[in-house]
């Protein structure tokens, strides 16, 4: 006979979503109470809606700790105090969000992409060039 929490979400999570995963797991980090948090792409499974929710959380949670948080999605970078931007394994920009748009590098383009993808809607008479 399984324990109780097995009956409810299943033996290793398996009928819990990635996100709720993800967020059982980031919940986790946070009650160790840790100095350092190494995040990898903390929010990938999450929704743009639970994403913002997390991210708040997540911020204020981690007020007076050092996190190092690895990410694909911009947004989920754009409020942090240091960006490093790798490319083929070497670093090709750092700063904060505000500080790389003012430049004409990689981060600023791959902001640009980000925005017009995020605008993009099915259905709708879309540009992309």
Known sequence: ?????????GTKGVYLSGGEQQRITIAR????????????EATAFADPDNEFKVQAAFKALSKDKT????????SAVAGV????????GHIEECGNHEELLQGEG?????WQ???????WKVGAKNELA
């Open 67 to 74: 996190v190092i948080m690895i990410a694909h999605r911009l």
């Open 81 to 88: 105090d240091k960006i490093f931007v790798l490319e083929d």
């Open 1 to 9: 006979m399984p324990n109780g929490i097995d009956t409810v979400i």
């Open 29 to 40: 980090v946070m009650l160790k109470n840790t100095p350092i948090i190494i995040l990898d």
């Open 106 to 110: 990689l981060y600023t383009r791959m």
């Open 113 to 119: 992409e980000y925005s017009r993808a995020a605008k």
